[in-house]
């Protein structure tokens, strides 16, 4: 959680360096926390465990003819279903599909044995809490005796089920043989095999029964028994299709990912993570409303009393990871999340509480899904083949059904338009090629346009294609920056051709009103050459803030842009003894709001450090020299700008630095240092490294926590959690002074 009070945030905007102190340095070797680091992100590891089908192969005889991801693509997305709580490991991470959790197990060729060799490092090195195997068609294929293959499955179960009481094992069986092997040359009917692959299966089966009665956490997952290999409706279903018989198609991997997530459901996988003893009770109510083009506003019921802040996730469908957002104070109730496409994008979002015990449930997963906002308008062409593809054929949500222009057409102004009856504001456009016709001239040479007048006598090109045709039932899409709102959308041919389309697609929201100015703005002097202002949120759908400055008299100018739900900002770099006045407007897509009323300031003659170093009775009295930020007070080895930067006492004995860093907590070890709130002229800044003599790295701050420190006021604690590692890893602090 990052959240600073007044004065801390008001420090936050300042860039320029005088001088640089390295402070704090903390060794971080092999730390075990108390709750490991990565749990924090993912509790449960799967570990997909196998052969080529674990992979993803779909045919042997064509390299490229891949399923990308294979059943782990469907199996994500159920498990993403449930909430960010499941990753997939392994040591590799090929034939992924798009955005997916790409890790795996899977080795094209293994036989048993070979993926009994490799399992004892796999399992140690990945620590999974769940192990999805699938073995013994590369032995039948390669004719190893069957008994032979089902001692190795029987090592298998015992060395997995051995290495950590915690697994849980998911032994499959395989599936059909439905065509001979090898390929090439000399082969085996697919009868023969398929025979041995039946008394494999038959022997898993007694097996895992087996090791399950005596007392192993060993569940039997009958694919062979439970897919559905043909549909005689949709024969695109068959799990073979398209395929070599062997390797599963598109809708084989799509069953075997049903067919996985049905197993681990209903397993005690997912209960073995419910809240320990102590912790929070988790939110409920969670709720997402798109309130523009970019924001989300997410809230929820608040059910805990003793939580100390909410974790915010989110994802992207349908098989995006997630990632934690942030974090929010206690008594939350929402948080808005920014920089989004609603329009065309799908989110996803779960919260939970936390507290030094652990974690709650999760609450409900909400998410929004994209909005077509062409659907089903009224759409209107030049010219209309037949009464069978009228224009409304377009954008009916079907790809089967078209629109065709009338034959002959010479007319470059030949078009297809629909009316979204009201602005939008638009984030994407699709255009869906006929599925059934291949027509090259009717893909090539148009142009989508954008206006608000619906004869189209001024308007926006958004997209265009030129000569070179799309490719046949192909999809033409643009990504759509253009802030302003549209109400109609053309596509219209720039040669003398005809033009034929299946669907349109128009991803955008509603036109979205300015936000409601902000109230309560005040401007404070903090020193000689920092102003820090403060203001009250009214809006609830702005995507930032503008600030603005003039000196008295003179012109306002912009000076920054801030991010949403900002409540303060530090100006800096100021005239001692100056008249500034200042604005603020909340600002979206729509433009900006009224300014909240002007506030008026005059800055002070004083700078910061001075201020302090003037205030304390007896270092105070020393000799100017001795007061200079680089001098040292009393003798103890720290600069007075350090006891400064520290809110400590710069003539305490005995000497030395007060203690602020690393040690164990609740959540996992961290890196603590205290931070003065009234210091405007300093920035903190963490550094990290795995060896103090080469470079250091400035290490992201968001996930700290930060918190008032009882009995000392304007004194603040920021605890940033420490990642575990299997190697020395170096932090330090490093205070930079800015000058006016």
């Given at each position: 959680m990052m959240h600073f009070p007044t004065s801390a945030a008001c420090s936050g905007a300042l860039q320029r360096a005088l001088r640089c102190f390295p402070l704090v340095l903390l060794a971080v070797g092999m730390l075990k926390p108390l709750v490991p680091a990565d749990e924090?992100?993912?509790?449960?590891?799967?570990?997909?465990?196998?052969?080529?089908?674990?992979?993803g192969n779909n045919d042997i005889n064509y390299p490229n003819g891949d399923i990308p991801g294979g059943y782990r693509k469907s199996l994500g997305v159920s498990l993403a279903s449930i909430g960010p709580v499941c990753e997939f490991v392994g040591s590799r991470s090929d034939n992924a599909a798009p955005?997916?959790?790409?890790?795996?197990e899977g080795h094209p060729g293994f036989r048993t044995d070979e993926i009994l060799a490799l399992t004892p490092a796999a399992i140690s090195g990945l620590q999974p809490r769940a192990v999805l195997l699938m073995a013994g068609t590369n032995d039948i294929l390669q004719r190893v005796p069957v008994p032979t293959a089902v001692a190795n499955l029987d090592s298998l179960i015992v060395t997995i089920t051995h290495a950590d009481p915690d697994i849980r094992l998911f032994v499959a069986t395989i599936l059909p043989i439905t065509q001979k092997w090898p390929p090439f040359g000399a082969s085996v009917p697919a009868a023969t095999l398929n025979a041995d692959a039946n008394t494999y299966n038959t022997q898993v089966r007694a097996l895992v029964?087996?090791?399950?009665?005596?007392?192993?956490?060993?569940?039997?997952?009958?694919?062979?028994a439970d897919i559905v290999l043909t549909d005689p409706q949709n024969p695109a279903n068959n799990v073979f299709q398209p395929g070599d018989g062997?390797?599963?198609?598109?809708?084989?991997?799509?069953?075997l990912g049903s067919l996985w997530f049905q197993a681990l459901a209903a397993s005690d996988v997912f209960a073995a993570d419910l809240p320990a003893a102590g912790a929070p009770a988790a939110p409920t109510g969670l709720a997402a409303a798109v309130v523009s083009p970019s924001r989300i506003n997410l809230t929820w019921t608040d059910e805990a009393v003793d939580e100390d802040e909410y974790e915010i996730w989110s994802r992207v469908p349908p098989v995006g990871l997630w990632e934690m957002l942030g974090e929010v104070s206690a008594d939350a109730t929402g948080r808005a999340v920014t920089g989004l496409k609603t329009g065309s994008g799908t989110y996803a979002f779960a919260v939970r509480a936390r507290n030094t015990l652990g974690f709650s449930a999760?609450?409900?997963?909400?998410?929004?899904?994209?909005?077509?906002?062409?659907?089903?308008?009224?759409?209107?062409?030049?010219?209309?083949?037949?009464?069978?593809?009228?224009?409304?054929?377009?954008?009916?949500?079907?790809?089967?059904?078209?629109?065709?222009?009338?034959?002959?057409?010479?007319?470059?102004?030949?078009?297809?338009?629909?009316?979204?009856?009201?602005?939008?504001?638009?984030?994407?456009?699709?255009?869906?090629?006929?599925?059934?016709?291949d027509v090259p001239e009717h893909r090539r040479e148009f142009e989508v346009r954008a206006s608000n007048d619906p004869g189209?006598?001024?308007?926006?090109?958004?997209?265009?294609?030129?000569?070179?045709?799309?490719?046949?039932?192909?999809?033409?899409q643009v990504e759509v920056s253009d802030e302003v709102p549209y109400r109609y959308i053309r596509v219209a041919k720039t040669e003398e051709q005809g033009m034929s389309m299946a669907l349109v697609e128009v991803m955008g929201v509603d036109q979205v009103a300015a936000p409601q100015p902000p109230a309560g703005l005040v401007a404070t002097a903090v020193d000689s050459g920092h102003v820090c202002l403060e203001w009250q949120v009214v809006s609830d759908n702005e995507s930032g803030f503008l600030i603005e400055r003039r000196v008295t008299g003179g012109t306002f100018g912009e000076i920054a842009m801030i991010a949403a739900e900002s409540t303060s900002f530090s100006d800096h770099g100021l005239d001692p003894e100056a008249d500034y006045e200042y604005r603020v407007s909340a600002v979206n897509e729509a433009g900006p709001s009224t300014p909240?009323?002007?506030?008026?300031?005059?800055?002070?003659?004083?700078a910061a450090y001075d201020q302090w170093s003037q205030s304390h009775p007896v270092f105070a009295a020393l000799p100017a020299g001795e007061r200079e930020p680089l001098a040292d007070a009393n003798g103890d080895g720290v600069p007075n700008l350090i006891c400064y930067a520290l809110a400590s006492d710069p003539m305490a004995q005995p000497a030395g630095l007060p203690a602020m860093a690393g040690g164990p907590a609740a959540g996992g070890v961290v890196f603590r240092f205290r931070r003065n709130q009234i210091a405007p002229d300093l920035i903190y800044q963490v550094l990290r490294c795995d060896d103090p003599s080469g470079g250091w790295d400035a290490v992201d701050l968001v996930s700290a926590t930060v918190e008032e420190i009882p009995g000392e006021s304007g004194v603040e604690m920021v605890s940033l959690p420490v990642p575990t590692t299997d190697h020395r890893m170096f932090y330090r602090l490093r205070i930079t002074r800015v000058p006016d």
């Open positions: 924090l992100i993912h509790q449960i590891r799967i570990l997909p465990l196998g052969d080529s089908i674990t992979r955005d997916m959790d790409a890790d795996h029964a087996q090791h399950a009665n005596a007392g192993r956490k060993v569940t039997l997952v009958d694919i062979n062997i390797h599963p198609g598109q809708a084989g991997y799509d069953q999760w609450s409900d997963i909400v998410e929004t899904t994209p909005s077509d906002v062409a659907h089903l308008k009224s759409a209107s062409a030049s010219s209309t083949l037949s009464t069978e593809t009228p224009p409304e054929n377009a954008n009916d949500g079907a790809d089967h059904t078209h629109w065709v222009s009338e034959d002959g057409v010479t007319d470059p102004s030949a078009n297809w338009t629909v009316d979204l009856g009201d602005p939008h504001h638009i984030q994407e456009f699709r255009l869906i090629a006929r599925q059934d016709s189209f006598s001024t308007y926006e090109v958004i997209g265009a294609q030129g000569s070179s045709p799309l490719a046949h039932a192909s999809v033409y909240a009323p002007v506030a008026a300031v005059t800055t002070g003659d004083t």
